[in-house]
């Protein structure tokens, strides 16, 4: 039974993680399919090496929704970070001179802890000057039930960080149903909402001059969320933003062909929060699958290393072999007879998670499975 906290408590910034943030990252990019990736890629990492960032990250984080859906329903793959501090945040606090603060179980934050815009765009080689940052294009989320404070928390996240407005009044946002009705939305849900919030705060992070349009699904089935993909492109989305997964069955084939097959339209897929393990609609061949990765500054030319994304043997980013889904042209791995999550990667890991701001709830070098062929660096990553 769902308990979604009273619409009238204050506001608070969460430190989340997800590969969530990895789709919102790189949607801009324009990704059809992954065939031309020329983006540098993660470090792999040794058992010794998680061994030690578990050390290091004293962070606790839950799932943000329902994290065993049913079969035929999906999961929103954000997390949010409960308690403790991690490795990040007591290097920025040493750097200031103080001690790192211990976050309490389900507190407000006046103030960010993770990574915002700048960084995230630092990152990931997108401050040209010469970038448009998705101007005159329109972006779509995908999520499922109703995030009544939607347009409200998107609105303090971008004044927050200096972003220019995106607003219903201005036609920046648009928020509708399944049906597009911009009226008879679904019931809320404070889970997903938190998921609302990261992907509305992530697309605006990276393209911050494109258009935003949230779809919500009337549940979390893989058939409502499917229809809710195909109304974003008939409303003329050329970029949907999936954050969400299940077990794979039987009919994902069918959901192929019914909802995820639209050329010319970039569908990404967050490939899970649970290690090694196929999900869908990660696994459909026709959307790029993106995993996670664990992103921390550094002293190397780019100012940032990455590392897969693993907490422990069921924690991390998804990665996989699907049962069901023919290989896709671009993968020339002999890993999986199949199709092969991930394609693509960006910052997942909640120990070293982005700001998002909500209102509504509680508070080796080349291909590989988990991060696909890595993570962008500037739009020229995905050229042809």
Request: glycine share 10%; with cysteine; aromatic share 8%.
């Amino acid at each position: 039974m769902r308990t979604p906290n009273s619409p009238h408590i204050s506001g608070r910034w969460r430190r989340i993680g997800s590969t969530a943030v990895a789709t919102g990252a790189l949607v801009l990019a324009g990704l059809g399919t992954a065939a031309h990736a020329t983006a540098a890629t993660p470090d792999h990492v040794s058992a010794k090496t998680v061994a030690t960032a578990v050390a290091k990250a004293h962070v606790q984080y839950e799932s943000a929704c329902d994290a065993t859906p049913k079969k035929g329903y999906a999961a929103c793959h954000a997390l949010r970070v409960t308690a403790g501090t991690t490795a990040f945040m007591e290097k920025q606090a040493a750097l200031k001179g103080v001690t790192a603060k211990t976050l309490k179980p389900n507190a407000s934050s006046a103030t960010p802890t993770g990574y915002g815009p700048s960084d995230l765009r630092s990152a990931y080689g997108l401050t040209s000057a010469s970038a448009n940052n998705g101007a005159g294009q329109t972006i779509a989320i995908v999520d499922a039930y109703d995030d009544p404070n939607a347009a409200a928390d998107l609105a303090t996240y971008r004044s927050y960080y200096g972003l220019p407005a995106c607003t219903v009044a201005n036609g920046c946002f648009k928020k509708v149903s399944q049906t597009g009705s911009t009226t008879s939305l679904p019931t809320a849900d404070s889970g997903w909402a938190g998921e609302i919030s990261l992907d509305l705060d992530m697309v605006s992070a990276i393209a911050p001059n494109a258009h935003i349009l949230l779809v919500e699904a009337s549940s979390s089935s893989m058939a409502n969320l499917g229809k809710a993909v195909n109304e974003a492109v008939t409303l003329g989305a050329k970029f949907v933003s999936n954050s969400y997964g299940g077990s794979e069955s039987s009919s994902d084939t069918s959901y192929d062909s019914s909802y995820f097959n639209h050329p010319g339209v970039a569908i990404t897929v967050s490939a899970g929060d649970e290690a090694y393990g196929a999900e869908y609609p990660a696994a459909s061949r026709y959307v790029t699958a993106v995993g996670g990765t664990a992103l921390k500054t550094s002293s190397t030319t780019r100012g940032w290393t990455e590392t897969v994304w693993k907490t422990s043997s069921t924690e991390g980013t998804g990665s996989g072999c699907s049962a069901y889904d023919a290989k896709p042209s671009w993968q020339t791995d002999t890993g999986c007879t199949k199709r092969m999550i991930a394609d693509v990667s960006a910052v997942a890991d909640p120990a070293t998670g982005v700001s998002v701001y909500d209102s509504y709830g509680t508070a080796r070098t080349g291909y590989d499975g988990p991060t696909g062929l890595g993570t962008p660096q500037g739009l020229a990553a995905f050229g042809g």
